[in-house]
């Protein structure tokens, strides 16, 4: 550590890169090397404190070249440790839901890590306004952000409370000039295009896997410990079904669209008699639904299935559920009409028990000229060893069973329920 003095008189470009080799050197903290160069990291202006979209850190100059070494230790610890758990696309869910308590229960998890890591705080500090209770060091984003929810509904807000300002909260939980509930901000809306950039949700995951590995094989050699926190955190229990219907939506939604061969009624009503174009929803018209029925495929997953058709039914309503009940061959199919939609739940009839042969699926579909808006396969994931899948439609696997499937598809994701 350099001495106050010296330290004051670096740039802050110079400070984050000083941050970086720093923690790469640290025999615990090294775990986060990788994503010191995954994305962009940047001294920016127009940050008031420091903000991650879960892929770039941004710090704002002004506020670095106020923290002292072990405080900017702290916050680009603090940023990196946002991206190695993934909480921008984890937990977008509860940010639509509530900002301020998602934003804090991110917050107080990834600086639990940092001070139990570092008590003294003598190589890396939480600058002030950071979210930390030594109580909640064991829970996680979700049981924070429950709690964060219980307790802020259950005090009524009066004039001049600010968010984190409610009894029971420390000092430090205030937020800071971020204005979130924290001491930094956090870009959830910009994740998508962010991952984007670097290939997508999917590719970002592998390069976090890939940065996770090196991390760990960092800090072996450097005789560290990884903190259980940590190890806990990087298996997030996220409800699969919200992650499902995210994606459902993602791929049946933007179906709005404009005819001139009807005028909107609304502006031609105007006083001037605009003719504007007439704006409709397109319906969704298939989604076929593909579920494994192999020996290995119990009753009760085959009930659970069934219960979760009725939930796509009510969350799309499209005009055909198309379903497959397949195990080496697709040995039944069931066209179920909007009109019959409603009764799905005693419509569906399971057969199958054989072998198992996802390909059958694709073949199938290609054979007989279907063009689905999207496919939902249910499945345990024991399969063949090389899938071949040909369909080019929008397509989900919801795995209960094997975690090491991948998606036979470039244009598929995978769903493991456990």
Known sequence: MLDANTYSKLSAQLRLERSHFQCMSHNEFALLSGFFMLGR?????????????????????????????????????????????????????????????????????????????????????LPAGGCYKPEWSNLTVKEIYDLLRKEKEGEP?????????????????????????????????????????????????????????EGCTLVGKLKGNINRRITDALTPKIDWKVVFQDWLVSVTNGRGTA?????????????????????????????????????????????????????????????????????ADVQKEQVIKRDQSSNIKHLAEAAGGGGTRMGCVSEYIVEHGLKPDCVVVFTDGYVEGSVSWQVSSPTVFIVDGNTRFSSPTANGKVIFKN
């Open 157 to 213: 807000e009066e004039e001049g409370d600010k968010p984190g300002d409610k009894p029971g909260d420390k000092p430090g939980d205030k937020p800071g000039k971020g204005g979130q509930g924290g001491f930094d901000e956090h870009d959830w809306e910009g994740t998508e295009e962010a991952e984007e950039e670097l290939g997508g949700a999917e590719e970002v995951g592998k390069l976090v896997e890939q940065a996770i590995r």
């Open 259 to 327: 005819t001139w061969r009807q005028f909107n009624r609304r502006f031609l009503a105007k006083p001037f008699g605009m003719l504007m174009p007439h704006q409709y929803e397109e319906s969704i018209k298939e989604v076929i639904l593909a579920v494994d029925t192999s020996g290995s495929i119990s009753d009760s997953v085959l009930a659970g299935v069934i219960a979760e058709m009725v939930k796509i039914v009510e969350s799309v309503d499209p005009e055909v559920i198309r379903i497959l009940w397949w195990d």
């Open 41 to 125: 990291s940047e001294i920016v202006q127009n940050i008031p404190t420091a903000c991650t979209d879960g892929v770039n850190k941004k710090y704002g100059e002004a506020f670095v070249l106020t923290l002292s070494e072990p405080e900017m230790n702290g916050l680009v610890l603090h940023e990196n440790g946002h991206v190695m758990l993934r909480h921008m696309p984890m937990y977008k869910h509860l940010f639509l839901e509530d900002k301020e308590c998602a934003n804090k229960a991110c917050d107080y998890v990834v600086n639990g890590w940092i001070v139990d890591t570092d008590p003294q705080g003598v190589f890396a500090k």
